[in-house]
């Protein structure tokens, strides 16, 4: 799930993140993709973290309980995702956007494998 040297970091935002976020992360040179640029409205979140998985795409999310859930499911079951970020809501679509980009500029696209975290 590593992303080759010189590439882009790859993050998919699941149905319930704005869109804006996307093209704000695009802006700052990150290869976003969003559920509803997809076709993948509609979804479920299992299905959801299995496309970002294979995409080797961080999985961006507002549904911390569900997420929360499958990380914990499927690390008892010992597979593995390219990280999920549970992004709590803010009023400020923008200000969302500049938390983001801190909190995905922690980590390489390798070092976010298997990650959990909520920012």
Known sequence: MTTPVGQPMRVYLDEGVDV??????????????????????????????????????ILITHNRVDFERLAVAWWTQQKEHAGIILAIRRADTYALARHLLQVLNRYDQTGWRNVLLVA
Do not use: C, P, Y
């Open 20 to 57: 804006l976020i996307g093209q704000l992360l695009s802006s700052r040179g990150f290869d976003s993709l969003s559920a509803v640029d997809a076709g993948h409205l509609g979804w479920s979140d299992e299905k959801h973290l299995e496309f970002a998985r294979n995409e080797s795409r």
